[in-house]
């Protein structure tokens, strides 16, 4: 598996294993369907490039994997405070762009 589908994994798995923790912190329906929204997206990015090839070496795709790591870090960062639900939506929201950036890539 190369840099860029491993990026996208970590994303969905991350997120797959902190939904019910992250549903459970927000306050309104709109936080909640905000965050399945973004989960919904992640799962697509991954799923939609499973069996796709990423050019590995390609600048662009580079570029993306080095924002995914650091988008993730992040996300991991941002899950430990859920008292905070709205800022750590919007992590998850950069997050899953940058995924979606990166599964647009696929080719």
Same mark, same amino acid.
């Given at each position: 598996m190369g840099n860029a589908l491993q990026s996208l994994e970590t994303q969905y798995f991350f997120? !797959?294993?902190n939904l019910p923790g992250l549903i459970g912190a927000c306050k309104t329906q709109d936080q909640r369907d905000a965050? %399945?929204?973004q989960y919904v997206t992640? /799962? /697509? %990015?991954?799923?939609?490039?499973i069996n796709a090839i990423f050019h590995d070496d390609d600048p !662009?795709? !580079?570029k993306l994997v080095t924002e995914m790591r650091s988008a993730q870090d992040e996300l991991q960062n941002a899950v430990q405070q859920?008292? %905070?639900?709205?800022k750590v939506i919007g992590v998850i929201t950069t997050a899953v762009k940058v995924g979606t950036d990166l599964a647009k890539l696929v080719g």
């Open positions: 997120l !797959t294993q965050v %399945n929204t992640a /799962r /697509r %990015n991954y799923w939609g490039c !662009t795709v !580079t859920l008292d %905070n639900i709205s």
